[in-house]
């Protein structure tokens, strides 16, 4: 791993990124790392001035031996240093974080997942399948955890959706070295906005739908600017795969043709759905079995090149919730893509498990209780909606919260769901960052608008969940939603330890 000069030159160059150099006297020519953070320079260290950026982190980022530094404009504190100023220091960050790591992404067949839901679980079903497939020598980049090699310690949980450019590719080129030869990964809207993936290609791009989510300060200013950045996706892949029951549906299938053959790109659906455009999807499923623990569903292909992958049948879910079965199907077509056979599927898809994702637990004197990660309307509703049409005659109750300083616009999506399907709420915080918890749990309330909806705020999170679980009763259903396995909270810019929401249930379990 290393990176010359005459390297950098030439790749910013090439992107009209590069607006000047100057010349120093003892100009390095090469360079043994990469960073943008100061605490990690050694000395032949390029250094990235990006995000939030405060002169200090230079200034210590010299005193430890960087001999470059890369901004958009010079700095004082950098004098002595080759200042490389580009009109993007974000794109000029991703192309060589590339070039650093060898270009690890042209070893790996990649698959990336978009959407406003359902990215974590596709992602899971689909490393599921295709790691058994390769006898292991897949990777993932997920929300939850990131996959990188065989070892424990190349398991670790994600600190991102989509890491940083130079994070990204660092992974990619252990992966690489470690064996692995093909990757899914998770890609967020922000991954765009913010040029984490910028140059980076895929081999298959999943569009999984789209709804209003991440709009507001810090985030995207507009749902229109939420759905281009999702759109990169399809602009960026060899092939995609896109749900033509999404909202949006014309604009985001207008978008993939723009860039894309007919021969690359697949539909599918619901059989029967009522689908806003003439073009004929690829697959339809029926949904032949469904339960609280598990389902099943028939696949059945309508294109040539949907035949040609041989993935007619059924096919067995063990994560309940219809909208998972969009899910799998999803992860079955991008298996079949990458080399899997309907066999190899069949075999393992009902034994992918996806950590905080519809873990159920049972009690002995109360409700059934159900831990999951829905955080936005879309998500909440779909899940709060599966369980009443499950137990239509059963109370449902449902701690949530909804994180501070970003998503503001979940906190009225959050209200409406509960309103529309939910009969006890209990808010609670879920990770304020900067903001009171319970000013956030007050604005989800005022969303509300259903007065046979009783409402409780609870600012403790475990204080919450306890009296959720001792307030129902046998039968009943508990919705705990949010955070999952997640075991830290963000309160004022620390990452505070938490039990995660899974323990506390399974704590609770053990005292009865």
Not at 278 to 304: G, K, W
Not at 418 to 423: C, K, Q
Request: aromatic share 8%; glycine share 6%.
């Amino acid at each position: 791993m290393a990176l010359t000069m005459s390297q950098i030159m030439t790749l910013l160059s090439e992107h009209n990124l590069l607006i000047e150099k100057n010349n120093e006297p003892n100009e390095p020519t090469n360079f043994a790392h990469v960073t943008y953070d100061s605490r990690q320079v050694v000395p032949q260290t390029l250094f990235f001035c990006k995000g939030n950026f405060q002169a200090a982190y230079l200034t210590q980022a010299k005193n430890q031996g960087a001999t470059a530094y890369v901004a958009e404009h010079y700095y004082q504190e950098g004098t002595g240093l080759t200042a490389i100023i580009v009109s993007n220091v974000q794109q000029a960050m991703a192309l060589l974080g590339a070039a650093f790591y060898d270009f690890p992404q042209n070893k790996l067949f990649i698959t990336g997942i978009t959407g406003t839901k359902g990215k974590t679980t596709t992602a899971y079903f689909a490393h599921g399948i295709q790691n058994a497939q390769t006898e292991g020598k897949t990777a993932l980049f997920s929300t939850i955890d990131r996959i990188v090699g065989p070892k424990p310690e190349q398991q670790f949980k994600s600190n991102l959706t989509t890491p940083e450019s130079l994070d990204l590719f660092h992974d990619m080129a252990e992966a690489v070295a470690s064996g692995m030869t093909q990757l899914i990964m998770e890609v967020s809207s922000q991954a765009f906005k913010k040029n984490r993936v910028y140059g980076l290609k895929y081999d298959l791009g999943i569009f999984l739908n789209i709804s209003p989510d991440h709009i507001g300060r810090n985030e995207h200013p507009t749902f229109a600017d939420y759905l281009y950045c999702k759109e990169q996706l399809l602009r960026n892949s060899k092939n995609v795969i896109i749900n033509a029951e999404t909202d949006h549906f014309d604009e985001i299938y207008s978008a993939a043709q723009g860039f894309l053959p007919e021969e690359n790109i697949y539909l599918y659906a619901r059989e029967n759905s009522l689908i806003s455009f003439e073009t004929q999807v690829d697959f339809e499923f029926a949904e032949t079995r469904q339960d609280l623990s598990a389902s099943e569903i028939n696949v059945h292909s309508y294109s040539d090149k949907g035949e040609q992958l041989q993935l007619d049948g059924t096919y067995e879910i063990d994560i309940p919730g219809d909208y998972n079965q969009q899910n799998a199907l999803a992860a079955i077509i991008a298996a079949g893509m990458a080399g899997a056979s309907a066999t190899e599927i069949r075999q393992q898809l009902p034994a992918v498990r996806v950590p905080g994702r519809m873990e159920v637990f049972q009690t002995e004197h109360h409700g059934t209780v159900y831990v999951d990660y829905a955080h936005n309307y879309a998500s909440l509703k779909s899940l709060l909606s599966f369980l009443h049409q499950q137990e239509p005659d059963e109370k449902l109750l449902v701690v949530t919260g909804s994180a501070g300083d970003k998503g503001i616009s979940r906190r009225s999506g959050l209200g409406q769901a509960i309103g529309e399907v939910a009969d006890v709420a209990i808010l609670t915080a879920d990770d304020p960052a900067t903001e009171d918890p319970i000013a956030i749990a007050q604005e989800i309330a005022s969303h509300i608008n259903n007065d046979q909806v009783t409402v409780q705020i609870v600012a403790d999170r475990k204080t919450a969940i306890t009296q959720a679980v001792q307030l129902s009763q046998p039968g009943e259903i508990v919705v705990v939603a949010g955070k999952g396995r997640d075991a830290t909270q963000k309160i004022q810019g620390q990452d505070v330890p938490y039990e995660s929401d899974v323990k506390i249930v399974e704590d609770l379990l053990k005292e009865r």
